[in-house]
């Protein structure tokens, strides 16, 4: 009989990733993948350890698999990913764990088993990172930029359109880096545009992780005119302040990041803009975090998503002097998600009586849930669709918003 294999995916999409090559060799090994942990036999987690958060929820993870095993429900447990990758000890901790694996490499050619809805799936381009942000641990666990060679990205996208996908994210650790391993330079305008003609069939593309450093004019050019890319901009910009920029080694500053968000805007119009920020990095005053209020409030991101410092050990910022205490951390935090909750709200409000089009994700609360482009998957917001009609899951539809919530928009289906 058939080994049932579980898979349990934490952390980000390029985990998932990972875990989608290797179900893909396991699956194509003659083992059955099943979706429900309960039934399976052998149990693969792949564990994320970016910050303290990640790694609570992927020990708590591994703990409850432990508990099943003692239970007889389990055979076997598989640790991989960047926990066992960046805690090379921990099988003296969790002796019930029957194998630690440190992280996948790149997959140039592997069968992917979709974890994802059928509908959406994500391409990951690079692995590691081309820059050394002083509070991050990833360049340690995944190491420095390795690109995925062109032939076998556009191999996976020739896949991607036969299997008839309708949303293609683009993923890495910063994109802007693809290529830089082999030239020196991004490649990765040169490489969208070649996606792009590999894709015909494929409705969204979407990019995630830019790095500001790295925008160049014509990867802006390319997004407004091509009607397929969304007109979305995953920009992780992190703090606004100069000196803590530089103290977390971001090679860029307040003035060029301001020029940017305009030219952004300007190549782009009716652009969707995301930004992910840092709170409470050691040494952060608090006239330097109001100055990163300030700007949230003037900026106004269509998206955003913030974190809390994680002093991390291995990283240069660990060692920084004035850690902040986690109270004013989470204080901060709340001030900056609470601004942001309104700015969302009215980002949302200028959607009244519009007609877009969204993406029929799943049934649910009668009607339909979908996104916009503006949406990117499990990140940001949704459309509720209100109506009776029964419509095709992952298929685009025109929808007329109706009301608007601070994240997500309600509508019905456009006559
Ligand atoms: S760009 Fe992102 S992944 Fe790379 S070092 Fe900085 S924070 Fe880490």
Redesign the pocket.
């Known amino acids: 009989m058939k080994q049932k294999i579980g898979i349990l995916v934490l952390g980000c999409p390029r985990n998932l990733v990972d875990a989608e090559a290797l179900a893909g060799r396991l699956n194509f090994k003659d083992y059955s993948i099943v979706d429900d942990i309960a039934q399976a036999g052998v149990v693969l987690v792949n564990t994320c350890a970016f910050i303290q958060e990640a790694k609570r929820e992927s020990i708590d993870a591994i703990l409850d698999l432990v508990q099943l095993k003692k239970q007889g429900k389990l055979k076997k447990i598989i640790v991989y990913g960047c926990l066992a990758q960046r805690y090379k000890n921990l099988a003296k901790d969790l002796p019930e764990v029957d194998a630690f694996v440190g992280t996948l490499g790149l997959n140039h050619e592997s069968k992917r088993f979709a974890l994802t809805p059928k509908h959406y799936a994500y391409l990951k381009i690079c692995e590691g990172?081309?820059?050394?942000?002083s509070?991050?641990?990833?360049?340690k666990i995944?190491g420095s930029l390795e690109s995925l060679d062109t032939p076998a990205i556009i191999r996976k996208v020739k896949r991607f359109n036969r299997q008839k996908i309708s949303e293609l994210n683009i993923i890495g650790?910063?994109i802007t880096g693809f290529g830089m391993d082999a030239s020196g330079e991004s490649q990765l305008t040169g490489l969208l545009r070649k996606i792009i003609s590999n894709v015909p069939d494929i409705g969204w593309i979407r990019l995630l992780?830019l790095?500001p450093q790295r925008i160049a004019s014509e990867l802006l050019e390319l997004v407004a005119s091509t009607d397929r890319v969304c007109k979305y901009i995953d920009l992780?910009i992190?703090h606004i302040n100069n000196r803590i920029l530089k103290l977390m080694n971001?090679a860029i500053t307040k003035e060029e990041i301001i020029a940017l968000i305009k030219k952004i805007r300007k190549s782009i119009p009716g652009v969707y803009l995301r930004t992910s920020l840092i709170v409470g990095f050691p040494s952060e005053t608090e006239k330097e975090f109001n100055e990163l209020l300030e700007f949230v409030k003037a900026a106004k991101f269509q998206r955003l998503g913030a974190f809390i410092y994680s002093r991390e050990e291995g990283t240069p910022a660990y060692n920084f002097k004035g850690q902040i205490p986690q109270q004013i951390k989470q204080e901060r935090f709340d001030k900056i998600m609470s601004e942001q909750r309104q700015i969302a709200a009215g980002v949302n409000a200028k959607f009244l009586s519009q007609t877009i089009t969204v993406l029929v994700e799943e049934k649910q609360y009668g009607g339909y849930i979908g996104r916009s482009q503006g949406d990117a998957p499990e990140v940001d917001g949704v459309v509720y669709i209100n109506t009776k009609q029964s419509l095709r899951i992952g298929k685009f539809i025109q929808v007329k918003i109706t009301g608007t919530l601070e994240y997500d928009l309600v509508g019905e289906v456009a006559l």
Do not use: A, S, T
């Not at 990172?129 to 942000?133: A, K, L, T």
């Not at 509070?135 to 360049?139: E, R």
């Open positions: 990172c081309v820059n050394q942000c509070y991050c641990v990833i360049p995944k650790q910063d992780y790095n992780p992190q971001r």
